[in-house]
């Protein structure tokens, strides 16, 4: 079984810096960040491939944001770059062992359970 649990995250001002992290137990897979702002859906936010090879990134946080990860330690890391009020959600680490479309919600099979990040103006 695997768990995912997230870190980080609170509050900052916007053009401020955060991090949020997430440790995975259970295996090594593909993951991704998302995230779920009041009254939205969950939207792709970022995601990185097993070996840490290959990147994507949503086109609102392209050049802000960076996903990385460390198999060793068995983490993802977003690091949130020039925040916006508009970043603000609960941001969510998904991994999954059959994920076709990195961008894709409905791909990841285990999701953490989320961690607030606040951006005031």
């Known amino acids: 079984q695997v768990q995912l649990v997230e870190s980080g995250g609170g509050l900052a001002q916007a053009g401020d810096s955060l991090r949020v992290s997430c440790t995975a137990s259970?295996?090594?897979?593909?993951m991704g960040w998302f995230r779920q702002a009041p009254g939205k859906e969950r939207e792709f936010v970022a995601a990185?491939?097993?070996?840490?090879?290959?990147?994507y990134y949503a086109n609102s946080v392209k050049g802000r944001f960076t996903i990385s990860r460390d198999n060793a330690k068995n983490t993802v890391s977003l690091q949130m770059n020039s925040l916006k009020p508009e970043d603000t959600a609960v941001y969510y680490c998904?991994?999954?062992?059959?994920?076709?479309?990195?961008?894709?919600?409905?791909?990841?099979?285990?999701w953490g359970q989320g961690t607030q990040v606040t951006v005031s103006s």
């Open positions: 990185i491939t097993y070996s840490g090879g290959i990147t």
């Open positions: 998904a991994a999954g062992s059959r994920v076709v479309d990195m961008t894709r919600r409905d791909d990841y099979s285990y």
């Open positions: 259970g295996g090594t897979y593909p």
